[in-house]
Every structure is written in structure tokens, then in C-alpha cells.
């Protein structure tokens, strides 16, 4: 038995590895309805989310030559909004998750028209082992998939290990919002989330793993600290639509 997960901790996991395996195993069966719940639970607000992270990253992204990386990049939609900054051309974007059936789905996507001239390698791994050489990439992205990692730092490492010097990294994930409006929202999100999931995905799990996942993730200051632990600088948290989810940023040193 490996150590006990110091990530994510869906139902049933005993450590690291079941951890792994169940969240791989989640991510698989909900895949034909992934897309659908998504922007039925965020009102759509989840494509501004994608949006506004790539476009933080427009500098890099419409350089030609950069190796841009989307982590756990399940159905593909963040990877689509870096696609959109990348010049004809240019370097493919390599889209990695350990998911078949959702990075099935990616590569639907990536090979439609919308796509077209603009190439995407996808890559079935572990975030935890990339099968990437070190030091050779330029910006890492992750969006909603980082909380689910089975060890947040070791994840960390990982994308350090193969990010190039003055690379950039940006994790878009969820975050439990405070006040008075944080109380309204994660009621929704603890109670009524769950239910709409459960009726549309037809399973429970997934959609009471969500809000579990988002309150054990680290808090923004707690995120920031083990990003600096890890070899990062410059790291940085903005808050997005009332802090519901947030961009983290930083730089390999
Ligand atoms: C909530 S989805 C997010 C997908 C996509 N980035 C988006 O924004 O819609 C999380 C994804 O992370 C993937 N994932 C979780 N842990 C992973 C790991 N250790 N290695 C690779 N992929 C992982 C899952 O398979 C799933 O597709």
C-alpha cells in the first residue's frame, strides 16, 4: 500500500494509487455526459473561464515555436481556447489526461473544422509521470483537473520537472467563495449541484465528489505557498466570477 492520498480523496480511496484509479475510473463513465452537465451546472459561465485563462496566456501563445502543454485536459474545451491564440502553423499543443474516454471526445474535437490548421497531439498519462522529456515546455495550463490529482505536490513537481526556465504555469480550478454570497453559492453547490448532476448523469458519486473535492483542495494562500515550495516564483491567485474559481499563476525559476 503506497502512502495515504495527499491530493484528492474520492469515496473508496485507501491511498494514492485507489485514488488515482477511482478518479480515472469516474472520469471514464461520466465522459458521454461530461460536456452536457458542465454547462448546465456553470450556465456557461465555464467557456468565460477557459477563455480569460487562455488569453492570460496570449503572449505565449501566439509565438510560433512555444511548447504549450493542457494538463488533464479531459474533453478537450480548454485546450480549444488556447488553440484559438496559436498561429497557423505553429508547434502542435499537446493535450494529455489518463482518461480514454474523455480524451476520445478531445480528439473529436481537436479534428473538426474549428481545429483545422491547427494541430493538437493528445496524450493518454498520468499527470503524476508525464511521458515528456524535462525541461521542454513552455506554458502549462490546467483547468478543474489539478484537484483531482492524487498528490498536489508531487503534481506540482511534475510540471516543474518538465517546464523549461521562465516557463509559466496557469491553474484554473474551483474555490469556495466567503461572505455572504459565498454562503448562497456553496449551499447551491453542497445541496442542489449534487441533485441536478445526479439527475442528468444518472450516478450520485460524481456530482457529491465535486463539492467534497473543492472544500479539502488547498486554500488560495495554502496553494501559493506549496507553489513557491515546489521551485515556482511569481505565483499569483486572480478570483473569477466571485471567487467561485480562480486562476493560480507562476513562473519556473
Ligand atoms: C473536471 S475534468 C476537467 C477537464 C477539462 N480540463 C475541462 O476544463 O473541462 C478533470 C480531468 O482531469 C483528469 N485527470 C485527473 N487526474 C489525472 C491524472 N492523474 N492524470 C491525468 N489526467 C487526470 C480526468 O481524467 C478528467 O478528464
Request: proline fraction near 8%; charge should be neutral.
Amino acid at each position: 500500500m503506497t502512502a495515504p492520498a495527499s491530493g484528492a480523496e474520492p469515496p473508496g480511496a485507501a491511498d494514492e494509487h485507489s485514488a488515482s484509479q477511482a478518479v480515472q475510473c469516474m472520469f471514464d463513465g461520466i465522459a458521454p455526459r461530461y460536456d452536457l452537465l458542465n454547462h448546465v451546472l456553470s450556465a456557461n459561465v465555464d467557456r468565460i473561464w477557459w477563455r480569460r485563462t487562455a488569453s492570460t496566456f496570449a503572449p505565449i501563445l501566439k509565438k510560433p515555436q512555444a511548447v504549450v502543454l493542457d494538463v488533464c485536459c479531459g474533453t478537450g474545451d480548454m485546450t480549444l481556447a488556447l488553440l484559438r491564440h496559436r498561429p497557423a502553423g505553429a508547434e502542435p499543443v499537446l493535450a494529455l489526461d489518463f482518461a480514454h474516454a474523455m480524451l476520445e471526445r478531445a480528439k473529436e474535437k481537436f479534428s473538426s473544422p474549428e481545429c483545422s490548421g491547427k494541430a493538437v497531439v493528445a496524450i493518454e498519462a498520468d499527470a503524476l509521470h508525464m511521458p515528456i522529456p524535462d525541461g521542454s515546455i513552455d506554458l502549462i495550463t490546467t483547468a478543474f483537473g489539478f484537484r483531482n490529482l492524487a498528490n498536489y505536490e508531487a503534481g506540482l513537481k511534475e510540471m516543474h520537472r518538465v517546464m523549461l526556465p521562465g516557463a509559466e504555469l496557469g491553474i484554473l480550478d474551483f474555490n469556495e467563495p466567503g461572505g455572504l454570497f459565498g454562503k448562497v453559492y456553496n449551499f447551491y453547490f453542497r445541496h442542489i449541484l449534487p441533485r441536478i448532476g445526479k439527475a442528468l448523469s444518472g450516478s450520485s458519486a460524481p456530482y457529491a465528489y465535486l463539492p467534497h473535492s473543492v472544500h479539502r483542495f488547498p486554500k488560495p494562500e495554502e496553494m501559493l505557498a506549496m507553489m513557491c515550495s515546489c521551485g515556482f516564483i511569481q505565483a499569483t491567485w486572480t478570483p473569477y466570477t466571485f471567487g467561485i474559481a480562480g486562476l493560480y499563476r507562476a513562473v519556473k525559476a
